[in-house]
């Protein structure tokens, strides 16, 4: 058998000639598709700090009227929903005990002063004669004593017939404030005790409403923000009102604070009880810079929003988010007023990425 030799070099020149036979393997080239944005151009405007909420509305005031004598209750002058004025009658109580005390008080007077009278004649006298010695000092001492007496008695009468004069008025109860009746307590015929409640009267010239905040608001809250109020029973504007009464302790179980809100009634529209929403205007932040909340992106590494910079080219920048103003937010930090703001499709961006902006 026959071996056929074959030297090294020979097998080397006939690898290397198959191998440059062979075509060489192309290569690929990817083309990068521009991604298409929607941008805006940022821009600044100033932010009012508003604090929002939710009350009834109450009468500025409300009472109840008491009979300040005993007597039986003859009639009442208005009713629930009577709209009185200030010294106007409510009610009236049996006055025949209280004239009649009245007319004694007076008859009581009268005795009194024509005894006076009498008492300082006899007295007028007694100083003429005390000076001839026609009568002893201890005479004139005694009258005297005795007119001095009688002056003083007569100003009891007169004390006396003024306080029964006053009992007798109080058999009208009257309104002590303009307004409207709200409840009324007592029956004709009844016998109403001094101190008794008879009917309650509600100032509603003014309406206040109650409401809670929370202490990052309140510690912002000035008795001169501007208020506005709004009934939801009325399709009308907003009315204007005004801070009363600022709590300075906080409730224990919702830590909110209680802050009163005055508003006219002028018109008499507004009724205790209606809900009523308040918007008090805190403070003003100058030059806020302003995005849709939709546009920041939330990652591990925090809020990040893109921007497009020059050459249409995407940039990813970390942003500071501040306060919430409906479906925008301010962005304390990481944008600048005329940056380009990518509001859609930025999902999709990396940064780097080339973009077309569509209009």
């Known amino acids: ?100 005390a009245l007319n004694e008080a007076q008859a009581n007077l009268q005795a009194a002063q024509v005894k006076m009278a009498a008492l300082k004649n006899k007295f007028e006298r007694a100083k003429r004669l005390l000076p001839d010695r026609a009568i002893t000092p201890e005479l004139f001492d005694q009258c005297e004593a005795d007119y001095k007496s009688s002056v003083a008695h007569t100003a009891q009468m007169k004390s006396m017939l003024a306080l029964a004069k006053r009992r007798l008025n109080k058999t009208i109860i009257k309104a002590p404030f303009s307004g409207y009746v709200t409840q009324r307590y007592v029956e004709i015929g009844q016998n109403v005790a001094a101190g008794d409640p008879v009917m309650r009267i509600a100032d509603m010239k003014t309406m206040r409403v109650k409401i809670n905040i929370n202490e990052l608001e309140y510690v912002h809250l000035d008795k001169g923000d501007p208020v506005q109020v709004t009934v939801e029973a009325f399709s009308q504007a907003p009315m204007a009102g005004h801070v009363d009464k600022i ?112 209009q």
């Not at 991604?35 to 508003?50: C, G, H, Q, Y």
């Not at 939710?54 to 208005?78: C, F, K, P």
């Not at 080219?313 to 703001?341: E, F």
């Open 1 to 100: 058998m026959n071996t056929i030799k074959i030297s090294m070099p020979f097998l080397i020149f006939i690898l290397l000639s198959f191998s440059g036979c062979s075509k060489p393997e192309a290569t690929t080239v990817v083309e990068t598709k521009a991604r298409a944005v929607k941008v805006e151009t940022i821009a600044s405007r100033d932010l009012p700090i508003v604090v929002h909420a939710a009350g009834r509305l109450t009468a500025n005031r409300e009472v109840d009227v008491s009979a300040q004598v005993a007597a039986i209750l003859m009639a009442y002058e208005v009713d629930v929903g009577s709209r009185v004025a200030q010294g106007e009658a409510m009610v009236r109580l049996d006055a025949a005990d209280y004239t009649l």
């Open 247 to 358: 709590g300075i302790q906080a409730d224990s179980r919702t830590n909110t604070f209680e802050v009163e809100i005055l508003v006219d009634n002028t018109d008499f529209n507004l009724k205790a009880g209606l809900t009523a929403r308040v918007t008090i205007q805190t403070e003003m932040i100058q030059d806020a810079v302003m995005i849709a909340q939709n546009t920041v992106l939330f990652r591990g590494s925090g809020q990040e929003v893109f921007v497009v910079e020059a050459g249409n080219i995407a940039a990813v920048r970390k942003v500071t988010m501040g306060r919430v103003d409906g479906s925008q937010v301010c962005i304390l930090d990481g944008l600048n007023p005329g940056d380009r703001l990518v509001v859609a499709g930025g999902q999709y961006l990396k940064p780097g990425d080339t973009v077309v902006i569509e």
